[in-house]
């Protein structure tokens, strides 16, 4: 068994970097241009990491709960904070091992776990045992948050109800 520092140092990316932000705040527009910035400026490749990368994972592409986005949401507005919280960070682990896989050197990170914990404990999860977990997750080079009026970025998302 792995301890801590073990499993962190297997986790370890040396070039991640994480636009946080509220949901509509732009965070994957901006990794989307981010990305191809990289590549056409500086011949850098880059791999996206967010929970949603977990489904391009064989093992999981026919699991119910997560090669359809409509069912997984179904699926957390059934669940308890703990086990939602686990649910979402669980998809976060899997998905962030999917980059050890790639050959770009650098990762982005969309929302990260900064997103999932921040909405886990405005929703009442304990900030003490969310803070835990995502101590479990490597430390980007640089993190970015993207700051917009949370009208605006609501705005921004019209296919929410």
């Not at 990491?49 to 093992?59: D, G, M, Q």
Request: charged residues 25%; hydrophobic residues 35%.
């Amino acid at each position: 068994m792995k301890n801590s520092s073990q499993e962190s140092k297997t986790r370890q990316v040396p070039n991640l970097i994480c636009l946080t932000g509220i949901d509509g705040s732009g965070k994957s527009t901006h990794l989307r241009r981010l990305s191809k910035w990289l590549e056409e400026k500086h011949n850098l490749k880059s791999s996206p990491l967010s929970v949603w990368e977990i489904a391009k994972n064989p093992t999981y592409h026919k699991h119910p709960f997560i090669s359809d986005r409509n069912a997984v949401h179904k699926y957390l507005g059934m669940l308890h904070p703990t086990a939602r919280a686990l649910f979402i960070f669980h998809g976060l682990f899997e998905s962030f091992d999917l980059t050890k896989d790639s050959i770009a050197p650098i990762v982005i990170a969309d929302g990260y776990w900064y997103k999932y914990a921040f909405t886990e404990n405005l929703q009442g999860q304990d900030l003490d045992w969310l803070l835990a977990i995502c101590g479990r997750f490597p430390k980007p080079k640089l993190t970015i948050l993207l700051d917009l009026d949370p009208v605006d970025a609501w705005q921004r998302k019209p296919n929410i109800t």
